[in-house]
């Protein structure tokens, strides 16, 4: 048997959705199937009943070894597997993601000479080289090993540039990964049948195909039951711009999944959160700044804004004097 879609394909979804037996029931053919477990707890059961030849335990293989060795021994493995297979699965590379940043902050040297001979890598641009060559690099070589690479990833809560959770769920993974991938389905339990054993494929980023110079759409946004017997008739029949069935359409949380949005009560409960956490964040600045100027008595007032920023600045890096004035005028530790 072949695989029904060719390219790289992003899973993600909360523990128990059925990800990785989705992943190996492609049809693909077990002696010429990868798995690489990063998390080797049921994975590598289901990968011993369907059969896979190649299967690399990724969790053993990193043990007493840094993020950055554990990379390291991902990308040999990646490279040592055989060419021509029709399916590679990597399940859970949150690990391998981790690590491959400190791989590249190391590898300085290496890419400045090879793409920034006359610049200097700082922080930011190691990011940027992360997402922009050195990933994309990796779901390129997968693929030139196998028609189908499917990745598989738990999903986490999303969370703010000050830490608050927004209540909306995201991929545990690099965003690299939804750029380069074809097609990502969030898979979950089927929240209108609970008593449904099947899970619910929501399509987040869909696959297309050219009917007459025509680009034409081949999944809905909801695939019920998330398998891929469903997704074949689908292939055989695209979407296109018909009309969806009520059970092709998402709808309340599904919707909000698909679409990354909140719904009223979400909002009204993150941005209740966001005022917590601002108020309680400016209360432990003020506790800091009191307790800092304590700690210099001999200090003439108009000089000791300067001192108190001087000595905060690591865990308060926008703090300025004026601040510092505002908040001792109000304490009455002038």
Request: net charge neutral.
């Amino acid at each position: 048997m072949t695989v029904l879609v060719k390219g790289l394909v992003h899973i993600y979804g909360p523990p128990g959705a059925g990800k990785t037996f989705f992943a190996l029931t492609t049809g693909a053919d077990p002696k010429k199937t990868a798995f690489l477990d990063g998390d080797a707890s049921k994975g590598k059961h289901i990968a011993k009943q369907v059969g896979v030849a190649h299967y690399k335990d990724l969790t053993a293989a990193g043990k007493n070894k840094t993020e950055v060795e554990y990379h390291k021994k991902v990308l040999a493995t990646i490279n040592d597997l055989p060419d021509g297979l029709e399916l590679i699965v990597f399940d859970n590379p949150i690990e391998f993601f981790k690590g491959a940043h400190s791989y590249v902050a190391l590898n300085r040297s290496l890419l400045r000479e090879k793409w920034s001979p006359s610049g200097v890598f700082a922080g930011a641009q190691e990011w940027g080289e992360l997402r922009k060559t050195h990933l994309p690099r990796i779901y390129s070589l997968l693929q030139e090993k196998a028609d189908l690479v499917i990745i598989c990833t738990h999903e986490k809560q999303q969370s703010d540039s000050t830490g608050v959770k927004t209540g909306f769920m995201e991929p545990e993974s690099d965003p690299s990964l939804r750029t380069g991938a074809g097609l990502v389905i969030r898979l979950g339990r089927d929240t209108r049948n609970p008593e449904n054993a099947a899970p619910v494929g929501l399509v987040i980023k869909n696959i297309g195909t050219i009917d007459k110079g025509k680009a034409i759409r081949i999944l809905p946004e909801r695939i019920s039951p998330g398998t891929w017997e469903s997704i074949g008739r689908y292939l055989k029949s695209p979407v296109g711009d018909r009309d969806l069935t009520d059970d092709e359409k998402p709808e309340g949380f599904e919707v909000n999944l698909i679409h990354g949005t909140l719904n009223p009560e979400q909002k009204r409960l993150y941005e209740w959160r966001r005022e917590m956490a601002l108020i309680q964040a400016d209360s432990s600045l003020a506790e800091d700044i009191v307790s800092a100027a304590a700690n210099y008595p001999e200090t003439p007032p108009p000089a000791l804004p300067a001192k108190i920023v001087s000595e905060l600045s690591e865990a308060y890096p926008d703090l300025t004097t004026e601040k510092v004035r505002e908040v001792l005028s109000g304490s009455g530790a002038n």
